[in-house]
């Protein structure tokens, strides 16, 4: 039976602050590895294991053009983390809300 579910998550995949910055830069355009290599103070090697962890998260795909392989950033998987950020965006909010009741309203 064949692996269905992706060896790295989201979570993981964006833990890395190189893989974040990899994912910004092929928010502009899908770009080759000697390209993005070009972003880094780091290998090709290092950057070609980088996008391989996004593309198991599903946050890049590859394109074979010729003999030229790019990567374009696919951004649904996005959306789960953008759910889970949001629970704690209210979270927070809600808690700030009733810090700032709490100042204003102490001399009362």
Do not use: C
Request: charged residues 30%; proline residues 5%.
């Amino acid at each position: 039976m064949a692996d269905t579910y992706p060896r790295h998550d989201v979570f993981q995949a964006i833990a890395d602050p190189t893989r974040r910055e990899m994912l910004k830069i092929l928010s502009e355009n899908e770009m080759s590895i000697t390209s993005i290599s070009g972003y880094f103070p780091i290998s090709r090697t290092a950057v070609t294991k980088h996008l391989h962890v996004l593309e198991d998260a599903g946050l890049v795909s590859e394109k074979r053009i010729g003999r030229e392989t790019r990567y374009l950033l696919q951004p649904e998987p996005l959306q789960e983390l953008k759910r889970w950020l949001s629970y704690y965006e209210r979270f927070w909010d809600n808690k700030l809300t009733a810090l700032k009741s709490f100042v204003e309203n102490k001399d009362t």
